[in-house]
């Protein structure tokens, strides 16, 4: 499984989706990317400003967004990688690696709260995707939550994973098999099968392309009702985006109803 995007997949990957859909996504990222690992990063602690997140918009560029949620919201019954009613009005897709510092800042500081103040109270759903960017000890752990995922732990063993920042050795499958035990997975023999499994790459392998074709390119980024917002920041800006999204949703009606793809 490729690890980053080469310019003839990121390529290939654009041309599958509508052109002017993607150059939406592509701003958004551009404006307020948080890269990693020499790609562009600004300081060691702090990501770029976010793209807005509530812009003047026409009726065309609304509809570009709601297009975009169609698209990434599945809504599926039962998703182990997802917190939240599924008929939540306002649904947040994060893409985020398991090395990537900044998506534990947002796992550690701004996710309890949105799950606190939005996702208990039913207006907000969270649905995860395993983007990897960081090679071989990513794509591990990232199989290693799915697996988790399996035995209804993919919550808790996520969080363990995002507790310190964890790279390298610390993501090897004795260490994950460790964290799997620490985070209440019973069945530690088929939590191994599970991590290695075909089902295992195929969906690591389902993320990493939806987040190819949108034009993805750093961690972590997320869309909340199609609307890009990059980088870990402050909870204030997440919480902003959210509460425009539901005010949008109550005045017109959810933008993306049982997608379950």
Known sequence: MPTSASPTRKLAAIGAVLALVVAVIAIGIAVGKSVEGGRGTTG???PEAAASVDPQEDA???KMFDDLA???SRRADGDPLAVGKKDAPVILVEYADYQCSFCGRFTRDTQPE???KYVDAGTLR???RNFTVFGA???RAARASWAAGQQGKFWQLHDALYAKTRKGAALAEDKLVDLARASGVADLEKFRTDMK???AERALKKDQDEGYQLGVQSTPSFLINGRPVAGA???EVFAQAVEAAAARAAKNGPAAKGAGK
């Open 44 to 46: 060691a602690d702090e």
């Open 60 to 62: 065309a560029q609304q």
């Open 70 to 72: 169609r698209r990434t």
């Open 114 to 116: 949105l799950i606190k």
């Open 126 to 128: 969270i649905e995860f």
């Open 137 to 139: 000890d990513s794509e």
């Open 197 to 199: 499994s075909a089902g």
């Open 233 to 235: 920041q402050p909870t």
